[in-house]
């Protein structure tokens, strides 16, 4: 159920803040940065993700300090919009861990002696490619749920699921 806060124009905008930072995380680093690291820069599909990575790991980190900011700072409508776009996080977090395992079971598996037309293992290159998937859909739904939330902070509205578990 969906809660209505009262809030000024400039708090729900302070709100959405949190989601839009969420929503550039999701879209323009992962997707955008990716692809651009890859045809423009020509790197590896294992470097643009290692790198978009850690460009999102630090996002993650400023929202994790901004939303214990706003806890003590901002209004309520502020610090839930923050504390529910740190929340969504770990879904990105939990793809990155299993990208990490996955790829990091080529070290452990890989065989050298066959290799794809690019020089690196096939097994690398199954590998690689059965941790992107995860990853690829855990951006799309954080995309869909940031877009969500913007548009829930722009009218002052919180779930109540997470008002209970983040009271005043």
């Known amino acids: 159920m969906i809660i209505k806060i009262d809030a000024s124009e400039q708090e729900r905008r302070a709100a959405k803040a949190a989601h839009e930072l969420f929503t550039i995380n999701a879209i323009l680093v992962h997707i955008i940065g990716a692809l651009g690291l890859i045809k423009l820069l020509n790197t590896s599909l294992n470097i643009a993700i290692g790198l978009t990575i850690v460009i999102s790991m630090v996002i993650i980190i400023y929202t994790y300090f901004r939303t214990k900011k706003a806890k003590d700072e901002a209004v309520y409508l502020v610090y839930i919009h923050?504390?529910?776009?740190?929340?969504?996080?770990?879904?990105?977090?939990?793809?990155?861990?299993?990208?990490?395992?996955?790829?990091?079971?080529?070290?452990?598996?890989?065989?050298?002696?066959?290799?794809?037309?690019?020089?690196?293992?096939?097994?690398?290159?199954?590998?690689?490619?059965?941790?992107?998937?995860?990853?690829?859909?855990?951006?799309?739904?954080?995309?869909?749920?940031?877009?969500?939330?913007?548009?829930?902070?722009?009218?002052?509205?919180?779930?109540?699921?997470?008002?209970?578990?983040?009271?005043?």
């Open 82 to 168: 923050w504390q529910m776009a740190l929340n969504r996080y770990k879904i990105l977090i939990s793809a990155y861990v299993f990208y990490f395992l996955i790829t990091s079971l080529g070290l452990l598996i890989g065989d050298s002696s066959v290799s794809s037309m690019d020089g690196t293992s096939i097994v690398d290159s199954i590998l690689t490619l059965l941790g992107i998937v995860p990853l690829f859909f855990a951006v799309l739904i954080s995309a869909v749920l940031g877009s969500g939330s913007m548009f829930n902070a722009g009218r002052g509205e919180v779930d109540e699921k997470i008002t209970k578990k983040y009271p005043q």
